[in-house]
C-alpha cells in the first residue's frame, strides 16, 4: 500500500477535521443548486402565500382573538406559525425525500464515505445546508413581515435562530426516521404525521379551539412548541415557556441525530 | 410473402377500429397500474382532504364571522370552504398524476416507446391516460363529496351528484395543460416550479379559501379568471343550490375549451416527442 502510494506520489489522506468535512458537503450542495437557482429562490415563496392566502384573505372574515392578553390581527397571528412550519416542511423534505433519494439510488454517501468523510460529518453537514437555506428563507420572510407592519419588538429578530433550530430538530428526526426505510411508499407515513401538525399545531387558529384533553396532546407536538416559539418571539411576548420549547427541541434533535449517526454507520459501513 | 403459420402469434397484429377501441386496449394496463398503487395514494388522496376540512372549515371556521352577504350565500364557513376544496382536490390529483409519472412514461420506463411500437398512435396512448386520470379523480372526488355528506354542506342531492360529475371535467382542464408541460421540458427540476408556481397560487388565491372580493377589484379580476376559480364556483353554486345558470355554462364552456385545445396539442407534442 505504501508502495503503492508512493508510485502515486500521493500521500495517505489525512482525516478531515469536523469543520473541514462538512465544509466540503455544504460546498457540494451550493454548486449542485448554482444550476438550479430558480428552484432556490422559489422556494421561500410557499409560506408567503399561505400568508397572504389565509393570513390576508381569510384574516378579513376572522372575529379576532386575544393572545397573552392582548388583541392580535389575526395576520400577525398567522405569520409566525407559517415560519415554524415552513421550517419544518423543508427541513422533511430535504431530509426524507432527497436523502433518501442520495442514500438509495445516487449512492451518494457510498462515494463519500469512500473518502475521509464519515457518516457523522454526513448528518451534519447535510444539515448544516438545509439550515443555511432555511436561514435565508425566513430572513426574506422577516423582512416580509416589517414591510407588512406585523413586526412590533426586536425580540423577532430571534425568529431566525429559532426557525433554525425547528428546521435542525426535523431535520434530524427526519433523516433518522428516513433511514428504516424500504420505499417510497413508506413516505406516506410521513405525510401522516407532517400533514396533522402543519394543520392542527395552533399554526392557524388558537389551541383554545381544542376541548382540554385534546389541548394536551396537540402542545406536546413538536411543531407546537415551535409555532408558540415563534409566535411569543414576533408578538414581543417571550416568557419562560419559550425556554421550555427551546429545550424540549434541542432534546428533540439531539436524539434524531445520534440515531442518525449509528443507523449510517450500520447501513453504511458495514 | 412469408408464411407466418405456427411460428408466430396466432393472429396478425391489426389497427384499432376507432380511437376509443385503441385506447382500450390499453384498459388492462391502466387497471393493472390502479390495483397496484391505489393503496399509495390511500393518504394524500382521502386523509389529507378529511383533515383540510376538519382543520380550516371547521375550527377555523369557528373564528369567521358567516355572513353569507360576504361568503357567496354559504351560510358557514363550512359550506363555503367545502366545495372548493373539492375542486382543489381535483387539480391537485391532475397536477401528482400528470406530472412525474407523465415524465416517467417519455424518459424513465419509456412505456409510451413500447405502446407505441404497437399500431396504437399518439391519440390512443392520451386518451388512455386521460381515461385513467378521469377514473382515479371521480373515485377520489366521490369518496370526498360522501365524507362531506354528514356535515351538512350540500343542499340538494342532484346538484352533489353534478358537482361530482364536474370534477372529470374539472381533473380534464388542469391534467391536459399539465401533461403538456410534462411532455415539453427537459428535466425534472422545472416540477417544482409548477408546484411553487401554479399548483399552491391556484389553490390559494381562486376562492378557494375565501371570496375572490377578498383581493380587491384589480386582483379580483385576475382571479376570476384563472381556471381553478370556474371550477371551484361551479362546484359551489351546485352545493348550495344558487345556481345562475348563464355563468355555469360560461365556466363549463372555459374548461371544455381548456381541455380540448391542451388535448389536441398534447397529441401533438406526445407525437413528435415518440415518433422523431
Known sequence: ?270 | MVDYAGSGPATPPTAPSGLVSGALRMGDYWLTVLARTWKGGVITTFVTPFFYVLALGVLLGGFVEADPATLEGADSYLAFVAPGMVAAHAMTIAFSEMTYPVYGMVKWQRIYFSMIASPLTASHIVLAQLGFLMLRTLFACGVFLLVLTPFGVFETWWGVLVAWLVQGLVVLAFGTPVMLFSLSIKGEESFALIFRLGMIPLTLFSGTFFPVANLGPVLEKIAMASPLWQGVNLTRMLALGEIDWALAAIHVAYLGVLAGVCWWLAVRRLGERLVS
Open chain 1, 1 to 270: 500500500m505504501a508502495l503503492f502510494n508512493a508510485a502515486l506520489g500521493a500521500t495517505v489522506a489525512r482525516p478531515l477535521r469536523g469543520g473541514e468535512a462538512a465544509r466540503m458537503l455544504l460546498w457540494r450542495n451550493i454548486l449542485v443548486y448554482r444550476r438550479a437557482w430558480l428552484v432556490f429562490i422559489t422556494g421561500f415563496l410557499e409560506p408567503v402565500f399561505y400568508l397572504f392566502s389565509i393570513g390576508i384573505g381569510v384574516g378579513a372574515m376572522v372575529v379576532g382573538f386575544e393572545y397573552a392578553g392582548k388583541p392580535v390581527d389575526y395576520r400577525e397571528f398567522v405569520a409566525p406559525g407559517m415560519i415554524a412550519a415552513s421550517a419544518m416542511n423543508g427541513a422533511l423534505l430535504d431530509a426524507t425525500f432527497n436523502f433518501f433519494f442520495k442514500l438509495k439510488y445516487n449512492k451518494l454517501y457510498d462515494q463519500m464515505l469512500a473518502t475521509p468523510l464519515r457518516t457523522a460529518d454526513i448528518a451534519i453537514g447535510e444539515i448544516l445546508w438545509n439550515q443555511l437555506r432555511s436561514g435565508i428563507y425566513v430572513t426574506a420572510f422577516l423582512l416580509i413581515m416589517v414591510a407588512m407592519d406585523l413586526v412590533h419588538s426586536w425580540w423577532a429578530l430571534l425568529v431566525v435562530p429559532a426557525a433554525l433550530l425547528i428546521g435542525s430538530a426535523f431535520g434530524a428526526v427526519g433523516m433518522a426516521l428516513t433511514t428504516y426505510m424500504s420505499s417510497w411508499q413508506d413516505f406516506e407515513k410521513v405525510t401522516l404525521a407532517m400533514m396533522p401538525m402543519f394543520l392542527f399545531s395552533a399554526t392557524f387558529f388558537p389551541v383554545t379551539a381544542y376541548p382540554e384533553w385534546l389541548r394536551w396532546i396537540v402542545e406536546f407536538t413538536p411543531l407546537y412548541r415551535g409555532v408558540v416559539l415563534c409566535r411569543e418571539l414576533t408578538l414581543g411576548v417571550p416568557s419562560w415557556g419559550s425556554l421550555v420549547s427551546v429545550v424540549y427541541l434541542l432534546a428533540f434533535g439531539a436524539i434524531g441525530l445520534v440515531v442518525v449517526r449509528r443507523r449510517l454507520d450500520s447501513l453504511l459501513l458495514t
